[in-house]
């Protein structure tokens, strides 16, 4: 296995250890999988993940975010093992499962339905003000920045 120097991207970026992080869990992590999934944008800052989840119902469905890890899982009631089945073909899986999705700061989850056979899980991104671009006013070596005001309104 290749491993994956980030150190130039530390030369210039200051605060993305969780970055880095994530980029080499995710070289590390199996491709595919069950069930399948989509990841969309919907709009600015929208985002929706849809999981074929077909043969589970809403109560066997489980969505849990902890710590930025949107977690979501499904599981079959250990009732319908107790039914004998004989199937000539079985193509439908109905194995449990558990997929996890790292999620960025300030993003949310808004929404889960369950809509023919598709979990639609809506995510948005809810950026602070405090947080958001702000102006920064530069001042000469003449005074402090509160008589510079004071001149201009003059």
């Known amino acids: 296995m290749t491993a ?5 991207l530390f030369r210039s970026a200051i605060g993305f250890d969780r970055l ?14 069950y069930p399948p999934y989509n ?15 077909a043969g589970f119902s809403e109560k066997e469905l489980d969505i849990q975010v902890k ?12 009732e319908e093992k107790g039914k004998e089945h004989r ?3 079985r193509g439908i899986a109905t194995r449990n499962f558990e997929r996890q999705f790292q999620l960025a700061d300030y993003v949310k989850v808004v929404d889960a339905r369950l809509e023919d056979g598709l979990l639609h899980v809506d ?6 003000e405090a947080m958001k671009p702000r102006k920064i006013e530069i001042r000469s070596d003449v005074g402090s920045l509160l008589e510079a005001k004071a001149e201009k309104a003059a």
């Open 4 to 8: 994956i120097d980030f150190t130039p």
């Open 123 to 128: 995510l948005v991104r809810e950026i602070p």
């Open 67 to 78: 710590e930025s890890i949107l977690t979501v899982s499904g599981s079959h009631k250990d």
């Open 39 to 53: 990841i969309e944008v919907i709009g600015t800052d929208r985002y929706r993940i849809s999981m074929a989840v």
């Open 20 to 33: 880095a992080t994530a980029l080499e869990s995710a070289y590390r992590s199996e491709a595919g999988g």
């Open 87 to 89: 199937f000539l073909y």
